[in-house]
């Protein structure tokens, strides 16, 4: 059975702050109800996750950015056939375009959850900024989860 709400964390854990995505899941697994959410992690997004978005209410994507101005920010995503198309590892939003593709159907609301990163050099272990962005991107997941509901997350995007 498929669960409602999809939360896919992603990055390496041996790439210092790049392991922001994954950690969010440990604590997501401790923390929330699974209820109704399904936890998925990968080092990156590729276009077979594509059909994990198939059947949700709700997909949540999380990674570490170092374009974060704050700790976190927290927006929803729009189908982009961008650049990463056609690459390897993908962006959430071309995600979403493959899902549009194949399905022949707008993809479910999804929502991305960025992360400050600092440092991302294989070996290293997560910066100090970064664990402190990390427990507050913690603490707004566990809020967005107690209501996996679109209106409840529309109020609370950063755009």
Request: charge should be negative; glycine fraction near 4%.
């Amino acid at each position: 059975m498929i669960k409602p709400v999809l939360v896919f964390g992603y990055g390496n854990l041996s790439r210092g702050d790049d392991a922001l995505g994954p950690l969010v899941l440990e604590y997501i697994e401790s923390h929330c109800n699974l209820e109704v959410i399904e936890i998925l992690s990968d080092f990156q997004l590729q276009v077979e996750h594509a059909l994990d978005l198939k059947n949700r209410a709700l997909v949540l994507f999380v990674d570490a950015s170092v374009a974060c101005v704050d700790a976190y920010d927290f927006y929803r995503l729009k189908p982009d056939r961008d650049k990463s198309y056609t690459t390897h590892a993908m962006s959430p939003a071309a995600v979403l375009s493959v899902y549009q593709a194949i399905n022949k159907q707008t993809p479910p609301p999804c929502f991305l959850l960025s992360i400050r990163a600092e440092q991302m050099e294989l070996g290293e272990g997560l910066s100090e900024q970064a664990k402190a962005h990390l427990h507050q991107a913690c603490l707004f997941a566990e809020q967005l989860l107690k209501l996996p509901k679109l209106e409840n997350w529309l109020l609370l995007t950063n755009g």
